[in-house]
């Protein structure tokens, strides 16, 4: 497995963050991004999960949740990358994903446009 610290892969996803183009950064709402090291047992080759309600989705009676969440996971990924520009690419592909989900975005339409 590719060695890089917690501290470089959260930058690494903060960087991912901020090449977001602003326009959309600012639509995305009550949404939190963390960075775990394990995805859940029975999924170990997860890399990214969204959890919430997608904006696509909220209604009048979306008021006073918890924020939706974002997970970044680093050990799946430093597991399948061989060097760290391939860790740089694969981030910034999950975090858009995990984004387009945020905004109701499905994998089927993800796959579509490129990002698998």
Do not use: K, Q
Not at 42 to 63: I, K, M
Not at 71 to 81: A, D, G, S
Not at 82 to 106: L, P, Y
């Amino acid at each position: 497995m590719l060695e890089m610290t917690r501290e470089e892969f959260e930058e690494l996803v903060a960087e991912a963050l901020d090449r977001i183009p602003p326009e959309l950064t600012r639509l995305m709402d009550n949404v939190a991004v963390f960075v775990e090291d394990e995805p859940p047992a029975d999924d170990p080759e997860l890399l990214g999960l969204y959890e919430g309600t997608p904006l696509t989705d909220r209604g009048e009676w979306y008021a006073g949740v918890l924020p939706d969440r974002i997970t970044i996971y680093r050990n799946p990924t430093l597991r399948m990358c061989e060097d760290r520009e391939s860790v740089v690419a694969e981030t910034e592909v999950t975090v858009v994903h995990e984004i387009a989900h945020h905004f109701g975005i499905d994998d089927e339409r993800l796959h579509a446009l490129g990002y698998g």
